[in-house]
């Protein structure tokens, strides 16, 4: 089922989907969360998607089987969105006659500050939810920001299922569940930054931009719990340097930004690249150029994060799917950090980052934390931070926690870390930098392949673009099609032995992305020769659907 609550900024629109999407997990049920929100403070339609199943899901869903109208726009808008077996829940005062429209006396049921735990309890009973394990959530939710409000707030909750219960039955309720998993509602910014804290964070640097935010407000959250310093710098170009001298002074760092943040902090990428600093970058992109549409999703940044900084230097760039991937893949790249000295790149976008999901708790007993050089090792000889290696990888000792002189610098230097311009120094540096890159590509995660072999058709899909073609894929070979898609969770480095048998043998393929250009077929062609026979773009933003791959099939 889709449920999908429409208002204005300000009606309490996101209170009502989160804590329905709460109940909805803490029942036993899959959830796929899609926000779609203006850029201001009150006013202007927002939108909070919830597609729930007793099976699991991973993908939104465009047609409307429950539509919760807080304000009469939504249902000039989404009306005709409502399947024909749907049903709307609207104020008594709308002038909707259809038999499908439940009209809601919000007025005679709780004072107007109210009226949208009311759409919550009416929601919840017509879904056949528990009423007191949704007043645990509603109490939970609420307990600790507003302790006054809790009594006041079940009481109308309670009001609207008593009131629900007295209307016409709706077809649409959810299957009752046998048992109830545990299971945790995350969305792709959390599961970042619980990857990160996993990964041992020790400092944060960010100036807000959506929609990376939500990374830096859990984490400001959970800071004095877990010992983490974070910090809220000036601009953007003040984050990556405050994070850059962090890491030197040896505490694990990251940042987050989006397009026109990152914008910023190019000086500082190529920084943390000369003096082989470790440190983890996070883009949430949004649609672009400029100021774009600052709370729409897409995927335009891959180039750019792919050719990010000045100079050539070695680089990591994971693209997660799933929440799972968001914890799994911001882990590893704190692992690639410190074990490659330098930037290592998330690429995520606004429709993950804000997207709820249903999820297993992460198993974190068995992490361990990559390792920092917290303890000066003994060195014979003078010590050369940027000793030439076999690896590229030169040993690391920290500043002020050896008797050893560590210095560094922003221009080309020798072994020992002093400015030069000896030309030959310089190349040997430059390749020194550059066999990093060999180890990196050691550590490259395979994309991944599902679906029939020498296949009719092939999907490839990077980022958020996996839940709905695994789905469309599915549906296809559900009704008999010869079908398969290739998954990257890792855009960079691309090793054409893990996938170009794959392509080559596939009939026609097909390049999902949210983008204008096609720019991850463009660069597997640029690095394999391999023409992608379609692409398939969105750039609206609007998130990518399986109903959209089936309209754009056609």
């Not at 709460?22 to 899609?34: D, E, N, W």
């Amino acid at each position: 089922m889709n449920i999908l609550i429409g208002g204005e900024a300000g009606q309490g629109l996101a209170t009502v989907g989160e804590i329905l999407a709460k109940s909805l997990v803490r029942s036993g049920y899959f959830i796929v969360v899609t926000q779609s929100y203006q850029s201001r403070i009150r006013g202007g339609h927002n939108t909070f998607a919830i597609r729930v199943s007793s099976e699991e899901i991973l993908a939104p869903q465009e047609s409307v089987d429950l539509l919760v109208a807080l304000d009469n726009h939504t249902l000039s808008l989404h009306q005709k969105e409502v399947t024909p077996n749907g049903r709307i829940v609207a104020d008594q005062g709308c002038s909707l006659e259809e038999e499908n429209c439940l009209k809601v006396p919000y007025g005679h049921l709780a004072a107007d500050k109210f009226s949208n735990i009311t759409a919550l309890g009416v929601v919840c009973a017509l879904l056949g939810l528990d009423e007191a394990s949704v007043g645990r959530t509603l109490e939970d939710f609420f307990g600790k920001k507003k302790p006054g409000l809790i009594e006041e707030n079940l009481k109308v909750l309670s009001e609207a299922f008593r009131w629900t219960f007295t209307q016409p039955s709706f077809s649409g309720k959810l299957p009752p569940l046998s048992r109830t998993p545990a299971r945790v509602m995350m969305q792709g910014n959390e599961a970042i930054a619980l990857g990160a804290i996993s990964a041992g964070l020790k400092f944060y640097s960010f100036y807000p931009m959506t929609p990376s935010t939500s990374i830096s407000l859990t984490l400001a959250r959970l800071a004095g719990k877990m010992g983490l310093i974070v910090e809220q710098a000036e601009d953007e170009i003040a984050a990556i340097n405050m994070a850059i001298g962090a890491s030197f002074a040896g505490a694990p760092s990251m940042v987050a930004t989006s397009g026109g943040g990152f914008a910023l902090m190019m000086e500082g990428v190529s920084l943390a690249a000369m003096t082989e600093t470790p440190l983890v970058i996070v883009i949430a992109q949004r649609p672009g150029p400029a100021t774009g549409l600052p709370t729409r999703t897409e995927q335009g940044d891959l180039n750019f994060v792919l050719h990010a900084g000045h100079g050539e230097f070695p680089r990591a760039i994971f693209a997660p799917g799933t929440i799972e991937e968001c914890f799994a893949l911001t882990l590893k790249a704190f692992f690639l950090a410190e074990k490659f000295q330098g930037p290592i790149f998330m690429l995520t976008d606004q429709f993950l980052s804000d997207s709820y999901r249903a999820v297993t708790p992460f198993d974190v007993e068995t992490i361990v934390p990559p390792h920092t050089p917290n303890d000066a090792l003994p060195a014979a000889g003078p010590y050369r931070r940027f000793a030439l290696t076999e690896s590229g990888v030169s040993p690391r000792l920290l500043p002020g926690l050896t008797e050893h002189l560590v210095v560094a610098g922003s221009d080309e230097h020798t072994e020992d870390g002093h400015l030069t311009e000896d030309l030959s120094v310089r190349k040997q540096m430059v390749e020194k930098r550059l066999k990093k890159s060999e180890g990196i590509c050691q550590e490259v995660i395979p994309p991944d392949y599902k679906g029939d072999r020498n296949p009719d058709l092939l999907f490839i899909s990077w980022g958020s673009t996996k839940g709905s073609v695994c789905e469309a894929v599915s549906t296809m070979r559900s009704s008999g099609q010869r079908v398969a898609s290739l998954h990257f969770s890792q855009i960079w480095p691309l090793i054409p032995d893990q996938f170009m048998g794959l392509l080559q043998e596939a009939g026609q393929v097909v390049c999902v992305e949210g983008n204008a250009t096609g720019q991850f077929a463009g660069l597997i062609r640029r690095e394999t020769g391999f023409k992608v026979h379609q692409r398939m773009n969105r750039y609206d933003g609007f998130p990518i659907t399986p109903e959209y791959i089936f309209r754009e099939l056609k």
